[in-house]
C-alpha cells in the first residue's frame, strides 16, 4: 500500500503539534509537500518514508 502525500502531511502535522520544536528538522519534508510535486512518488523519489524512518535524498 503506497502512503499518500495527504497521509504524510497530517500525520507531520499531528508530530509537529506534540513536538514544534522539531519544524526545523523537518523543514525540507515539509517544503517539498507544500510543494506538490509527488512527494511520495516511486518514479522519482524525492524522499522515502517508512514506519521507522524518514528518509531525504539531498541536492533539492
Do not use: K, W
Amino acid at each position: 500500500m503506497a502512503i499518500t502525500d495527504a497521509v504524510i502531511s497530517q500525520t507531520l502535522a499531528t508530530y509537529l503539534e506534540r513536538y514544534p520544536d522539531e519544524a526545523e528538522a523537518l523543514s525540507a519534508p515539509l517544503r517539498m509537500l507544500a510543494g506538490g510535486s509527488g512527494f511520495a512518488s516511486r518514479r522519482s523519489f524525492p524522499m522515502h518514508m517508512t514506519v521507522g524512518a524518514l528518509l531525504v535524498r539531498g541536492g533539492r
